[in-house]
């Protein structure tokens, strides 16, 4: 729901922020150029060349799926084999760690035993160099690092919390790779989890990284969030992975199919690269730096062969201040590596729709193909690339290169919105806005002076007339002022936000144990809340008081045959006061009784509603009488 939700708002807003977010490729950078040899370029054999492979969001459940783990093994025994990776990244999410409901969540050892006997099993950490860092999933309802319910410290191949620096080392140079550890500790339950923080602390220890990797030929920086969904102090997360050619992260998983592609670049040129999650969609990625020009391809399980074009690469993905790019130019083959579980038959090669030759195997799995890059040193060009096995299966793939630096292709706007808007800070705002609207229009009918109704009776004298009745009846501009402001200040409810850790939640943030995290998704909530309650609720509430006035009692005015459009909007509400006793019943499975209990925002609300209900019908004010009085007289008139 929280995605959707996230969904639609975004849509809403791309129109307005079409200028700011359309990153290209082949970008200048923004910062001090770094100066590339364009030797040694890339040739004929298989040399200054490696490969790694990314895999995300497993969400290895109890419950749900049994399918995920067991091809999660068959990848582990059948897939790494045949790539044969110098490294694997696992970006987080290794187990789903949710209840049997989906509502509620908790970390069951039983899911991470399931995982680690994966790996045992599978014997894949000797394949590989296997490195699997924690998500959100796998920090729910963890006290602290050093408890036992830390199942991550036990079961995974890595084990150790925090963000660190893994250096790859091959004869023709180093290879930097940095894991950003966002997740909280406490490690909050679900559902407001779902962005990262990182602290001063924590930011400094990776600008330190980030140091130490300078001498690297390329750094690659992981982790389980995207930017957007990290919280981080000025500057700002982005700003210290610049040195970075790529982020890696996954937890967006598709955005539930709606963005099978997620993908854009920094303003500094490091791009940020989302992967779609092994859960439903089985998706991993193959990576390659080839002579240091880097290249990956998102895959699916089980789809053979597997092709990768590192030379030329796509031009949208190039980064003139991370790759020596001239290196394609001087560059004497078209280099390509092609897997399969059966033999390779044919790797056939065309550019610009001519067909160029088929490559040959040198060794492992790269085939080279002899050209001459001088012919397409101007403009884009497209290369294609048709791999087929023994098997009789084939595969394609295709893209556009350019040599020249001062073209540009685009990223695709949504996903760039997605990645590169800070959301915590736009729904922080919008909230505050609408909090606002509503208090500011309360306050303004309280004490502004209430106009002579004229005839004819249009439709906004008599919005109008409503809201003075609203805002000028004591009980009704209590009530609602009490709502709104409490929705930007009170704290929504008061539990378990970690077991046996009683903690607040506020709009603005949680408080627990001492700690305070920062609003995100907080703010998201509060929003809907408005949108679909508050705002709605003081809408219907007016239009009661009319009818009121009107001489309507709540079972005549239904009877009216002109009236039949009433109907519509008693159902209307009711909808939305179902969705607020469902969220009690939601709050009830994610953080227990005792915050299902003290919830102002939640059963306490619902119980203020039925009371407003009550009162729009019943009650008997001088206020009230006076404005009955007034639409009698204007009747008569
Ligand atoms: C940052 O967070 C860590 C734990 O998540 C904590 O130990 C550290 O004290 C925090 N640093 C600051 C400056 O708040
Ligand atoms: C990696 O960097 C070193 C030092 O700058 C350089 O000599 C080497 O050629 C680079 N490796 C590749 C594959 O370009
Ligand atoms: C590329 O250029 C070479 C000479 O440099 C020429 O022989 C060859 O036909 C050209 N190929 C294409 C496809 O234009
Ligand atoms: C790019 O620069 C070259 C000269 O270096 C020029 O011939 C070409 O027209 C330019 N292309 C564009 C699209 O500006």
Redesign the pocket.
Known sequence: MLRLATGLLAAALVALLLDQYSPSGSLQPAGPARSFAPQPAPGGEADRLFWIVQVSDVHISKFLGPERAFDFEKFCLETIPVIQPALTLVTGDLTDSKTKDKLGSDQFEAEWQTYQSILKRSKVMEKTKWIDIKGNHDTFNIPSLQSVRNYYRKYSAWQKDGSFHYIHTTPFGRYSFICVDATLSPGLKRPYNFFGILNKSKMQELSSLATESRDSNHTVWFGHYPTSAIISPSPGIRVAMRSATAYLCGHFHTLGGLMPVLHTRHHHGTLELELGDWMDNRKYRLLAFDHDLFSFTDLTFDEWPVALITNPKPFLYSSTAHEPLQRILHSTHIRILAFSPSPITLVKVTVDGVHLGDAVHVSGPLYVLKWSPQNYS??FHQIEVIVQDTSGKSTTQHHTFAM?????LKFDLFASWLLLTDHYIWVRAVFVLLVMLQTALLILFRYRGKPKFKKPLGTSMRISFSLHLLSKTDLFYYSFLLLSLYTLLGPWFIGEIVDGQIGLCFSFGIVVDGHFFAGSSTFLVGIMQVVFFNLPLMAYTCWCLFLRCQGHSLGSHLRHTELCWAFPIHLFMAVLFLWQVFSCYFLLKTYGTLAFFLSPLRLWTVALTLFLFYCTWKLQSSTMKSFILEMKNYASS
């Open positions: 101007r403009g020249e630096e001062n073209l540009s």
